[in-house]
T-cell receptor
Framework: NAGVTQTPKFQVLKTGQSMTLQCAQD?????MYWYRQDPGMGLRLIYYSASEGTTDKGEVPNGYNVSRLNKREFSLRLESAAPSQTSVYFCATPGVNSNQPQHFGDGTRLSIL | RKEVEQDPGPFNVPEGATVAFNCTYSNSASQSFFWYRQDCRKEPKLLMSVYSSGNEDGRFTAQLNRASQYISLLIRDSKLSDSATYLCVVILYNQGGKLIFGQGTELSVKP
């Protein structure tokens, strides 16, 4: 999926473990977003970064931290994973204007046992 | 009330049928609207933008009604390959380009 790259694609963790989900974009966009998707819930915003050096909470930030390392990279960290964080995580970067499509990464499927 | 709400699914239709999905949004400052398609929990992919005057792309027609704050997607002559979940997406540019997603409506087209 050209443009937005997420790693890893799959991960299984034990409760209490920590991990970082990585996202990188090569489209020179200012904004980057992290979402989670659960059955019947649509995509919910966890955190977003409007520009390099800034981050803001979204709808469901609890249990997560983010870091906008540079313009290309926006990482999502779970400090102490909980089963409720089992989900599919998508990173996205919107287009630069209203007529451009939003770009999503392939997603990270995370299971916490 | 959710910021973006879609018709609850699933929709099960035969091939060749016409099916319509509706989506309502609560924030009148919403400025851009899109329909996305998502297959089997893969990444959402843009299906089409929704313009105020309405727009068509082949078998797909999107409509926007700003006064009533809803958008719609019409699919004519349904194909098996149209089976997917359709997501309504609203962008709030006065909130840094925040995307708000509906919960999705699942469509299953049967032979």
């Amino acid at each position: 999926n050209a443009g937005v790259t997420q790693t890893p694609k799959f991960q299984v963790l034990k409760t209490g473990q920590s991990m970082t989900l990585q996202c990188a974009q090569d489209m020179n966009h200012n904004s980057m977003y992290w979402y989670r998707q659960d059955p019947g819930m649509g995509l919910r915003l966890i955190y977003y970064s409007a520009s390099e050096g800034t981050t803001d909470k979204g709808e469901v930030p609890n249990g997560y931290n983010v870091s906008r390392l540079n313009k290309r990279e926006f990482s999502l960290r779970l400090e102490s994973a909980a089963p409720s964080q089992t989900s599919v995580y998508f990173c996205a970067t919107p287009g630069v204007n209203s007529n451009q499509p939003q770009h999503f990464g392939d997603g990270t499927r995370l299971s916490i046992l | 009330r959710k910021e973006v709400e879609q018709d609850p699914g699933p929709f099960n239709v035969p091939e060749g049928a016409t099916v319509a999905f509706n989506c309502t949004y609560s924030n009148s400052a919403s400025q851009s609207f899109f329909w996305y398609r998502q297959d089997c929990r893969k990444e959402p992919k843009l299906l089409m933008s929704v313009y105020s005057s309405g727009n068509e792309d082949g078998r797909f027609t999107a409509q926007l009604n700003r006064a009533s704050q809803y958008i719609s997607l019409l699919i004519r002559d349904s194909k098996l390959s149209d089976s997917a979940t359709y997501l309504c997406v609203v962008i709030l540019y006065n909130q840094g380009g925040k995307l708000i997603f509906g919960q999705g409506t699942e469509l299953s087209v049967k032979p």
